[in-house]
């Protein structure tokens, strides 16, 4: 049996042991000490950023969208090199003519009525805003007064795709026409046939009264802007209207403006002219019209002195196209022209004669 000193040595060791496990406590106490000391309101968690949208790598839609993109792009591209350089083709007599790239045009001399060179220009289109052009001589011929004040109305803008307009403005007479025969507007056109002594509807049978009386056969006219597609010509008609209007003062004034302002109840509208030949070099524009809806195509009717002679020729130029390509078409048909001036002038055809041969 052991002694009471072994007894009390034995012992020891177990205190020991407790105070030992007792230290261990403390210093675990220790280290979660960080956890207990005071911190700083937390701010509040940002939220988890979205996962970027992950793009297919290949979508039938979108690449057809390119696609389309990249063949308008093309065709454009391919337009613009065959009218930047003017091109020619032998035509059936061995002549040397220009090879059109629009759908139909024509070189007229107004003074004789010889057509000097057509092609495709008994055929009736879609003439888009050259309406404009019968729009302007049909409103004018009944002597009206320009000062006269119109307020825009909701019909009149409403839809109207190319206008300055808002409903409400007060504006004259005079300033629609600057604006239907300088900037094409649309609302322009329908507020004039709107306040004409006809009303709008009187004033497109007004309309088609004066393409028979002018004898232009193949025009017919839906509405005064040129934004239906039943509005339809030829280019030989246009021609011959083109020539026709310009001898109105007040019409061909207005369209050599290349910018004009009008005055609004309560703004300043400013707009430059559609027609980008005016004040190009070599080119002295009489009177011109611009027209473009899908249907039509890009066109363009003008009224060009020529520089050697002084000698009045009008060019229509229906179905380019490009905006550009209806200028450039113009602009080599003219330079055509001009270089052989002596020559075709003395070989013209008589329109009459033409005309007969075509139908």
């Known amino acids: 049996m052991a002694s009471p000193a072994a007894a009390g040595q034995t012992k020891q ?18 280290k979660a000490a960080p956890k207990a000391a005071p911190k700083a309101a937390p701010k509040p968690a940002a939220k988890p950023a979205a996962a970027p949208k992950r793009t297919p790598l290949y ?11 990249t063949n308008r792009a093309r065709a454009l591209s391919a337009e613009m090199a065959d009218t930047s350089v003017p091109r020619y083709k032998v035509d059936a007599s061995g002549e040397l003519v220009p090879d059109l790239r629009a759908a139909a045009a024509i070189i007229y001399d107004p003074t004789t009525g010889h057509v000097l ?25 009944d002597n009206p007064d320009l000062t006269a004040q119109v307020t825009v109305q909701r019909s009149d803008v409403f839809q109207a795709s190319t206008t300055f307009l808002r409903q409400n403005d007060k504006l004259t007479t005079d300033d629609l026409l600057h604006l239907l025969l300088i900037a094409s507007d649309n609302a322009a056109a329908r507020a004039l046939a709107r306040v004409s002594p006809q009303g709008s509807a009187g004033f497109i049978d007004r309309m088609n009264q004066k393409a028979a009386e002018l004898g232009l056969t193949s025009t017919h006219y839906a509405d005064p802007s040129g934004l239906l597609a039943d509005n339809v010509s030829s280019a030989f008609d246009m021609a011959r209207l083109i020539a026709h209007a310009s001898a109105d003062e007040k019409i061909s004034g207005i369209m050599r403006m290349p910018e004009y302002t009008v005055h609004a109840a309560r703004r300043d509208i400013t707009f430059r002219s559609t027609d ?29 002195r020529l520089p050697q ?12 196209r490009s905006n550009a390509g209806r200028f450039m078409e113009t602009q080599n048909l003219f330079a055509w022209l001009s270089s052989r001036a002596s020559t075709i002038f003395a070989t013209a055809t008589p329109a009459a004669l033409t005309t007969q041969q075509q139908q």
């Open 13 to 30: 060791p177990v205190k020991k042991s407790s105070a030992a496990r007792q230290q261990t406590k403390p210093a675990a106490s220790t």
């Open 117 to 141: 060179w057509e092609e495709n220009s008994q055929t009736p289109r879609s003439i888009a805003s050259i309406t404009k052009v019968m729009t302007a001589t049909v409103f004018l011929e």
């Open 276 to 304: 980008h030949l005016l004040g190009r070099e070599g080119m002295d524009v009489l009177a011109a019209k611009t027209g473009f809806i899908s249907k039509a195509g890009y066109c363009l009717a003008t009224l060009l």
């Open 59 to 69: 979508s039938p839609s979108q690449s057809l969208t390119r696609q389309a993109a």
């Open 309 to 320: 002679t002084g000698q009045q020729v009008a060019l229509v130029v229906l179905g380019a």
